[in-house]
């Protein structure tokens, strides 16, 4: 198991090799900057984020930390733009725009919806994982109940 397979290619240089820089933290010490992460294992209360959203390029810090909020929420929370609004400092706008961000990349799905009484709300499914095809395994629709409609969060007018 320990010979080499001489069709491999050889390890491509990153950009930042020579800066001593390890995705496991090797060579932190001798580096005078950079994080150093102290993690314990969540045994409770704790939400998995993924690191495409995480560190995703093209959304806002705030789209980023409403997403991170939102999933951690649990299912029939209300995320208006409203009750968002009076949870965290950022105002009624940029909550409103950062619910944009996460629907145009996949995050946030909104629809309006009648109901049986003929008032008019917007049901809002938070995806973990965008593009992943709809109905699957673990998704809103898979995991509803016979007993009513999709676990989905939903917004009041």
């Known amino acids: 198991m320990d010979t080499e397979n001489p069709s491999a290619h050889p390890r491509a240089k ?6 001593n820089h390890h995705p496991r933290g090797a060579g932190a010490a001798a580096r005078p900057g950079g994080v150093v992460h102290d993690n314990s ?3 409770t209360r ?9 560190q995703h390029a093209e959304l806002s810090l ?3 930390g409403l997403a991170v909020h939102i999933q ?3 299912g029939g929370a209300c995320v208006s733009i409203r009750t968002l609004a009076a949870r965290f400092p950022e105002g009624t706008a940029r909550i409103a725009a950062a619910l944009r961000e996460l629907e145009a990349h996949g995050y946030l799905r909104r629809s309006r919806e009648r109901t049986g009484g ?9 995806c973990n994982q965008p593009g992943r095809a709809r109905g ?5 629709a ?7 409609p999709p676990a989905a969060v939903r917004r009041p007018r």
Do not use: C, K
């Open 14 to 19: 990153s950009r930042n090799d020579g800066n």
């Open 41 to 43: 294992r969540h045994t």
């Open 46 to 54: 704790f939400t998995v984020i993924g690191n495409h959203l995480a």
């Open 62 to 64: 705030l789209a980023i």
């Open 72 to 74: 951690s929420l649990p």
């Open 118 to 126: 003929g008032r008019i709300v917007t049901r809002t499914v938070s």
């Open 136 to 140: 699957g395994p673990g998704t809103v």
């Open 142 to 148: 898979a995991s509803s109940t016979a007993a009513g």
